[in-house]
């Protein structure tokens, strides 16, 4: 797969979904324009190094930073920073214990110093076992000395969706008392496949800790080499993966501010708009030096998306998530998804177009990004060939426009699907239609061990159409027929519609999965041994 092609094509795409969920905003400036009168949310970046037009956009008004052991040298600068950045808030971070002097000097401060919000632990289950030694007197102590003549200067702790029912956070190592002391929790993801479950790990926090304010936190920028994509350690996340379970993060981030549960994001690193001087990415364990372009690449696409997604929600476009649910290809629903505009407007660029086909296409056989607004533009919730052909029917035969309304559409027509005898290392794929067909989608199963595909050709029957398919290397091509061209289409009858060259003639472990056989009015086609199925229609579902 071609990831350089990949990121540019999610980059522009991404650029068309902000000026969707913005309003034609065309530029980050314009988009900062646009939101004047929106709610207010709190962002807040871990460092500087924030470019102003990004400053302006994304409405930074807070900054976390870590505390030196010079305490007056970390007020200092922080207030140097408040100064020449215009910011509101200020959360200083400490992993190891503070002396009672410096503690102290912290609270007087934060008299005079009224942007000091918070003194806090970062990394606080790893911090308060090896650091605090689990020691609860002397956490207490450090949380009074900390509010000794100021008690409204804040307490808080960083914790992760690993954490929560660790040991470490038991009654018996930190107590109820203790824990209703706690003034913030900044809750950030490890692992990016854990993301789905957000609402989940809050929840679970906001029980926990229940004086606490809960600041959403969020690694912006490229981890796939870093860390593991899920907590079994596995496997490291795809690019695809690694942008999808981001974006699944700020959604849902910014649908508990909608909900008034949260009043706060919290960005680690900063640098927003200066990625190329990301420290982060000439650490080799980060991001491997070879991919470091790539990784910067990537993370500008992260924090252009998280943008888009941020503002549609504060602009009320966007109002629910997709749940707790993962929507993976050839899932019986597309519930899952960022809704900023029209049903039909699968890449969210706020129009339907033939750049809605090709991103479908896309999506479905060449492992392109998930379709940004929703993929079943058909109703039948699935997102499959057949949505293909009703956009390309909507778009150029003036057919049924695009449908929220949950509906099941198959054809009286029928199909079979054969596979011929191998010759010369080919064999045919054979299909029988009683009707004319616009798209087929197949997958072609196979052992590695066996045999390898080599090639997959037209023949005369299907040359008029496109072919395209993508290899995972792993036993399995989807392939797909079709044609953005409605006056195109493969006849009825029976005959070869594919060659497949296989590395040698065994065929023992090639299997034929048919997905989709589509006719020219986008009806599905059942298959010849089923029973007729009647169109149904079903009450509008509700999408979140």
């Given at each position: 797969?071609?990831?350089?092609?990949?990121?540019?094509?999610?980059?522009?795409?991404?650029?068309?979904?902000?000026?969707?969920?913005?309003?034609?905003?065309?530029?980050?400036?314009?988009?900062?324009?646009?939101?004047?009168?929106?709610?207010?949310?709190?962002?807040?970046?871990?460092?500087?190094?924030?470019?102003?037009?990004?400053?302006?956009?994304?409405?930074?008004?807070?900054?976390?930073?870590?505390?030196?052991?010079?305490?007056?040298?970390?007020?200092?600068?922080?207030?140097?920073?408040?100064?020449?950045?215009?910011?509101k808030k200020v959360f200083i971070a400490t992993y190891t214990p503070i002396n009672e002097t410096g503690t102290l000097y912290f609270s007087n401060e934060s008299l005079y110093f009224q942007e000091l919000e918070e003194v806090g632990i970062d990394d606080f289950v790893s911090a308060w076992y090896y650091e605090w030694k689990w020691n609860q007197t002397l956490l207490n102590n450090f949380i009074n000395n900390l509010k000794y003549y100021n008690p409204n200067l804040k307490f808080g702790i960083t914790l992760y969706e690993d954490q929560v029912d660790l040991h470490d956070l038991s009654e018996d190592i930190l107590p109820k008392l203790i824990k209703e002391r706690i003034d913030y929790v900044h809750l950030f993801i490890h692992y990016r496949k854990n993301s789905q479950n957000y609402e989940k790990y809050f929840n679970k926090i906001k029980s926990m800790f229940p004086n606490a304010k809960i600041i959403t936190g969020s690694y912006a920028y490229d981890r796939i080499d870093y860390i593991s994509c899920d907590q079994s350690l596995s496997y490291n996340c795809s690019l695809e993966e690694e942008l999808y379970f981001f974006n699944i993060s700020i959604a849902i981030q910014s649908y508990l501010f909608k909900k008034s549960e949260t009043d706060s994001i919290e960005f680690v690193p900063a640098y927003f708009g200066n990625e190329e001087n990301m420290p982060y990415f000439?650490?080799?364990?980060?991001?491997?030096?070879?991919?470091?372009?790539?990784?910067?690449?990537?993370?500008?696409?992260?924090?252009?998306?998280?943008?888009?997604i941020i503002n549609c929600y504060k602009n009320n476009?966007?109002?629910?998530?997709?749940?707790?649910?993962?929507?993976?290809?050839?899932?019986?629903?597309?519930?899952?998804?960022?809704?900023?505009?029209?049903?039909?407007?699968?890449?969210?660029?706020?129009?339907?177009?033939?750049?809605?086909?090709?991103?479908?296409?896309?999506?479905?056989?060449?492992?392109?990004?998930?379709?940004?607004?929703?993929?079943?533009?058909?109703?039948?919730?699935?997102?499959?060939?057949?949505?293909?052909?009703?956009?390309?029917?909507?778009i150029f035969k003036g057919g049924p426009k695009p449908t929220c309304i949950t509906q099941q559409t198959i054809s009286t027509y029928t199909?079979?699907?054969?596979?011929g005898s191998i010759s010369n290392n080919i064999f045919p794929i054979n299909m029988n239609f009683n009707t004319n067909v616009a798209g087929i989608q197949l997958e072609l199963l196979y052992d590695l061990t066996k045999t390898s595909i080599i090639s997959i050709d037209?023949?005369?029957?299907?040359?008029?159409?496109?072919?395209?398919?993508?290899?995972?290397?792993?036993?399995?091509?989807?392939?797909?027929?079709?044609?953005?061209?409605?006056?195109?289409?493969?006849?009825?009858?029976?005959?070869?519609?594919?060659?497949?060259?296989?590395?040698?003639?065994?065929?023992?472990?090639?299997?034929?999965?048919?997905?989709?056989?589509?006719?020219?009015?986008?009806?599905?086609?059942?298959?010849s041994s089923g029973t007729t199925i009647k169109r149904l229609i079903s009450k509008i579902k509700k999408e979140v």
């Amino acid at each position: 797969m071609n990831y350089r092609l990949l990121t540019i094509l999610t980059f522009l795409i991404l650029v068309l979904f902000i000026s969707s969920c913005t309003y034609q905003g065309k530029t980050i400036k314009s988009i900062n324009k646009q939101q004047a009168n929106t709610t207010d949310l709190n962002i807040i970046t871990y460092g500087l190094g924030n470019t102003q037009e990004w400053k302006d956009s994304l409405q930074i008004t807070g900054l976390r930073m870590g505390s030196s052991y010079d305490v007056k040298e970390t007020i200092k600068n922080a207030r140097i920073f408040v100064k020449d950045h215009n910011l509101k808030k200020v959360f200083i971070a400490t992993y190891t214990p503070i002396n009672e002097t410096g503690t102290l000097y912290f609270s007087n401060e934060s008299l005079y110093f009224q942007e000091l919000e918070e003194v806090g632990i970062d990394d606080f289950v790893s911090a308060w076992y090896y650091e605090w030694k689990w020691n609860q007197t002397l956490l207490n102590n450090f949380i009074n000395n900390l509010k000794y003549y100021n008690p409204n200067l804040k307490f808080g702790i960083t914790l992760y969706e690993d954490q929560v029912d660790l040991h470490d956070l038991s009654e018996d190592i930190l107590p109820k008392l203790i824990k209703e002391r706690i003034d913030y929790v900044h809750l950030f993801i490890h692992y990016r496949k854990n993301s789905q479950n957000y609402e989940k790990y809050f929840n679970k926090i906001k029980s926990m800790f229940p004086n606490a304010k809960i600041i959403t936190g969020s690694y912006a920028y490229d981890r796939i080499d870093y860390i593991s994509c899920d907590q079994s350690l596995s496997y490291n996340c795809s690019l695809e993966e690694e942008l999808y379970f981001f974006n699944i993060s700020i959604a849902i981030q910014s649908y508990l501010f909608k909900k008034s549960e949260t009043d706060s994001i919290e960005f680690v690193p900063a640098y927003f708009g200066n990625e190329e001087n990301m420290p982060y990415f000439d650490d080799s364990l980060a991001c491997k030096p070879e991919r470091k372009q790539e990784c910067i690449n990537n993370t500008k696409i992260m924090r252009l998306s998280a943008l888009s997604i941020i503002n549609c929600y504060k602009n009320n476009i966007c109002q629910g998530y997709c749940g707790n649910s993962v929507c993976d290809r050839g899932e019986t629903k597309d519930s899952c998804k960022f809704d900023c505009g029209t049903c039909g407007d699968v890449n969210g660029d706020g129009k339907i177009f033939l750049s809605d086909i090709i991103y479908l296409i896309n999506y479905l056989f060449k492992e392109g990004p998930r379709p940004l607004g929703s993929g079943d533009v058909n109703g039948d919730t699935k997102v499959n060939l057949q949505d293909v052909i009703y956009l390309v029917n909507y778009i150029f035969k003036g057919g049924p426009k695009p449908t929220c309304i949950t509906q099941q559409t198959i054809s009286t027509y029928t199909y079979s699907t054969s596979q011929g005898s191998i010759s010369n290392n080919i064999f045919p794929i054979n299909m029988n239609f009683n009707t004319n067909v616009a798209g087929i989608q197949l997958e072609l199963l196979y052992d590695l061990t066996k045999t390898s595909i080599i090639s997959i050709d037209k023949t005369s029957r299907t040359n008029n159409m496109e072919l395209t398919y993508n290899d995972n290397k792993q036993g399995k091509i989807s392939i797909g027929l079709y044609s953005a061209d409605p006056n195109k289409y493969i006849k009825s009858g029976s005959g070869t519609i594919l060659n497949v060259k296989l590395s040698n003639n065994d065929i023992s472990s090639i299997k034929i999965n048919t997905i989709s056989v589509v006719d020219t009015k986008a009806l599905e086609l059942k298959k010849s041994s089923g029973t007729t199925i009647k169109r149904l229609i079903s009450k509008i579902k509700k999408e979140v």
